[in-house]
């Protein structure tokens, strides 16, 4: 088995578990609502006969976390994140944001908002270990945005969609981030980007600009989409027979033993919360034989799972969106989050792909034909 293969970052890594949330579709319809309730509340202050104007939640969380008039402004988020830190060091007995190369605080709750004033170091009151893992986290989220398109520009030539998708997810930043040099510059390094997407379709533009964030991506993403990261396949294999070591041991000590059978009564069942999926699918593929029949058929139905929960998680959100597109692309976002060996168990293969990004390209063309967006039933669960 080949060492150094692809980890991927998104809803199934350690420190990204949740930043799907932060999608493009998301915030799109969040920043829409924002905008039409912000832009009627403006008509209600200078007219005396028009009715108050109540935000739903999803507009309220969009102004609070892009600079909204209610929000707090960059000092107050630099200085509440200041403190942020210091408890988490405290109640972890750590002392830096970045251990052995990995984020060892969990930034899942901070807002896009709190995590620019972090990257910029505003007001000189963060480490370059916390301004990396802001920075890096900032990144997982872009290419959670993002990497469907990626997925789907390898699949038809169209590299100017990553580049529109980027293009977005720039725009809905807030005040304060749209003020850092960091930002002008992608944004207009996306924008070039997208011309000369739309000028060479079928490969990708090569922009030689280091601070093109759909470049970086393409780069660091192999053929389907997945992430490339630093973590081996020994290392994983190793790490995961040592949890269920310790585990088996714990249970040694409570007078019992190690259960893998939901079914059974007595023992003490394993806990795979600590298990990412690869690690799972690797324990799945054994190719070393570092595991038991019992374990590896454990690992696979606790995958089996997750997957089931993750995509149907990720189609029942997709369709409380109108673009009948949705599906597709929620579907496109999963895959693209896994990583090759987890690709590989549950049976992800190219006509697998293939399949929903003729959906999406379908759909995309009768949209273009009819002016609009309709919507459109069925054929997106017999992809699973």
């Known amino acids: 088995m080949e060492r150094g293969v692809t980890t991927a970052v998104g809803a199934n890594t350690t420190y990204a578990s949740s930043y799907a949330a932060y999608g493009a579709s998301s915030n799109t319809a969040a920043a829409t609502a924002a905008k039409t309730a912000s832009a009627d509340a403006d008509t209600a202050t200078h007219d005396a006969n ?36 210091d408890q988490q060091y405290g109640k972890l007995g750590i ?28 007001g000189n009151l963060f480490s370059q270990d916390e301004i990396d893992a802001a920075t890096r986290t900032l990144e997982v989220r872009f290419g959670d945005a993002v990497s469907p398109y990626v997925v789907i520009a390898r699949h038809t030539g169209d590299y100017a969609a990553p580049y529109d998708a980027a293009m977005t997810y720039l725009n809905e930043a807030g005040a304060d981030e749209k003020a850092t040099d960091s930002w002008k510059a992608q944004y207009q390094a996306v924008l070039d980007g997208l011309s000369a997407a739309k000028a060479t379709f079928g490969m990708a533009p090569d922009t030689g600009n280091p601070d093109d964030p759909v470049a970086a991506l393409l780069a660091s993403t192999s053929s389907n989409g997945s992430q490339t990261g630093t973590t081996t396949a020994a290392d994983v294999v190793s790490r995961a027979r040592a949890m269920l070591d310790a585990q088996a041991n714990a249970a040694r000590d409570n007078g019992t033993d190690l259960s893998f059978d939901r079914t059974r009564k007595g023992g003490q069942q394993v806990d795979y919360t600590n298990f990412d999926n690869r690690a799972l699918a ?30 149907l998680a990720t189609l029942n959100g997709s369709q409380s969106g109108s673009d009948p597109r949705s599906s597709s692309l929620a579907l496109l976002k999963q895959y693209s989050t896994m990583s090759d060996e987890e690709k590989s168990v ?32 069925g054929g997106i669960l017999s992809y699973i």
């Open 50 to 85: 028009a009715t108050s104007v109540t935000l739903s939640e999803a507009a309220k969380a969009f102004l609070a976390a892009n600079g909204g008039a209610d929000a707090p402004g960059v000092d107050v988020l630099a200085a509440n994140a200041r403190s942020w830190f």
């Open 282 to 311: 690797m324990m799945v593929q054994n190719q070393n034989g570092d595991f038991s029949a019992a374990e590896t058929r454990s690992a696979k139905a606790e995958l089996d799972q997750r997957n089931r929960t993750s995509i």
């Open 346 to 377: 549950m049976g992800y293969d190219k006509a697998f792909v293939d399949r929903i990004t003729q959906n999406y390209r379908t759909l995309t063309s009768l949209q273009g034909s009819l002016g609009t967006t309709t919507s459109a039933n």
């Open 95 to 122: 002392s830096s944001a970045v251990l052995d190369g990995e984020i060892a605080v969990d930034l899942t709750g901070q807002s896009r908002a709190t995590l620019s004033a972090v990257a910029s170091n505003t």
